[in-house]
């Protein structure tokens, strides 16, 4: 599982890299569904077997058809990869570096200083449901209400 | 965490069954569709013409395979594998008698959802990469298509994941030793099979590939093997959309003790595939807007209906 944990991470961080630094659109998508795949094999090594399945099902399967379904619809063509070309430029590169790297060295002294305990512990279909429609069962609801207004506007919006 | 490899063996023994079936389909879709519109089929190649499958090979393998200049190389050629890969993926979780199946695992239907969802993404880059205005046409219409009866394809599910308490597939099997699930769900099957023929776009739900509007659809632009994956690829779905309505609704390898499960489990998935050929040779295609319609406004509110329904009488019989 720690052998699956980490190709998994690593094929992250390569697709992501690769999704910020491509400049066809359709490339990067790709490389975005890649990206949340291996995180869903994160969630899987780590336990998680459920949360891994709605990482497939929800975000590389639908959310990002949808996105797809947008660069379609736009016909974004060879200005647009020339125009990304251009705006590549090294120096834009410095300020999101300099963050990422303060955060990468708080993560590591965080990890070398705490003791804490990374067995995973598996967590299955029930106990989730349990824990949802349960103690937080408040929340779901808000959430669903949040989507049904989405879905009416959508519906408006399509409407006119 | 249940999770049970096969050995090497069996694995190896589904993966080459399932391909091969799946290729042998072409010749009996053809056959059967010629019985049934009264004319013989392929019958030259081979006794009753089974060697035309062997023969459709040797063409599609020696075919030039040509990447169109203008096409995006990286998409093009990544589009047709996915078809193949994702389905033969969901094949794993599928069991297909006691002791007989790839993984035993407490995700399946979900896996089996997943590896659907993401089936879209071969359809939709095929279409986008060929740079040419069918297959863009037929891509969008994919997309939209396959996204749409996704959704009710998972709701119809959830009424025998309820009743068998489980995601299991091999648990869902076992739990219809009583009683099929096709009597307490029948909506449930009838909008999974839908979904299913509209998933797997086969006729008469083929608007993707509507030959007589837009040429040959996503494919247009595809020849030699990566059109015979698309085409092999369809097949596959049909084999799987067969055996997954086998062990949701109908038992699966469950039967009188006559035959050995395994021989059950076929003898239905073989019903179920020569019902798509014959739907394909009995119902027209509708008309684009029709299907989003009827999905959207007929089977997303039933599929609803029969979820609550299904919890009630469930909720019912516990005696609450």
Request: charged share 10%.
């Amino acid at each position: 599982m720690i052998f699956l944990f980490y190709t998994a991470a690593i094929v992250a961080l390569i697709a992501t890299i690769a999704v910020i630094i491509s400049t066809n659109v359709v490339h990067a998508l790709v490389y975005l569904i890649i990206s949340l795949l291996s995180v869903a094999v994160i969630f899987f090594a780590l336990g998680a077997p459920f949360a891994a399945m709605l990482e497939a099902i929800v975000y590389a399967g639908a959310i990002m058809v949808l996105f797809l379904f947008v660069m379609m619809m736009l016909n974004l063509g060879q200005t647009t990869q020339d125009e990304e070309k251009e705006w590549m430029q090294p120096r834009l590169w410095i300020g999101p570096v300099t963050l990422v790297a303060l955060l990468l060295v708080q993560m590591t002294n965080v990890l070398l200083t705490q003791d804490v305990d990374l067995r995973p512990i598996e967590v299955g279909v029930l106990e989730i449901s349990v824990l949802l429609f349960g103690p937080w069962l408040l929340a779901v609801e808000l959430a669903s209400m949040l989507l049904l207004a989405g879905l009416v506007a959508a519906y408006h919006l399509a409407k006119k | 965490m249940r999770f049970e490899v096969g050995s090497a063996l069996s694995i190896g023994a589904i993966l080459f069954t399932v391909i091969i079936v799946a290729a042998m389909l072409i010749w009996v879709e053809r056959r059967l569709l010629g019985l049934w519109q009264e004319r013989l089929g392929p019958n030259r190649v081979g006794p009753f013409g089974l060697l035309q499958v062997v023969a459709d090979m040797i063409k599609i393998f020696t075919k030039e395979d040509w990447v169109p200049p203008f096409a995006d190389k990286f998409s093009f050629i990544l589009a047709p594998p996915i078809i193949m890969v994702v389905i033969l993926l969901s094949f794993s979780v599928i069991p297909f008698a006691p002791g007989v199946g790839v993984i035993d695992s407490d995700i399946g239907v979900l896996f089996v959802l997943a590896m659907a969802s993401l089936g879209a993404y071969s359809v939709m880059l095929g279409g986008l990469s060929s740079n040419n205005k069918y297959a863009l046409l037929g891509s969008l219409r994919a997309a939209a298509q396959m996204v749409s009866y996704e959704v009710f394809m998972g709701i119809s599910l959830l009424g025998v994941v309820a009743l068998a308490g489980s995601f299991n597939l091999r648990e869902i099997v076992l739990a219809q030793s009583d009683g099929w699930f096709i009597i307490p769900q029948f909506v449930g099957f009838v909008i999974f099979l839908i979904a299913g023929i509209a998933e797997s776009h086969r006729l008469p739900f083929d608007i993707p590939e509507a030959e007589q509007e837009i040429v040959a659809g996503y494919h247009t632009e595809y020849s030699g093997m990566k059109f015979g994956m698309f085409f092999v690829g369809e097949y596959l779905g049909v084999v799987l959309v067969s055996s997954l309505l086998v062990v949701l609704f109908f038992g699966g390898w469950l039967g009188p003790g006559f035959f050995p499960p395994i021989v059950w489990f076929v003898l239905k998935t073989a019903f179920f595939i020569a019902l798509f050929i014959l739907l394909r040779a009995a119902i027209p295609r509708p008309r684009y807007d029709q299907l989003m319609n009827y999905g959207w406004l007929f089977l997303l509110p039933l599929s609803l209906l029969n979820l609550v329904l299904t919890g009630a009488y469930i909720l019912w019989q516990e005696g609450i």
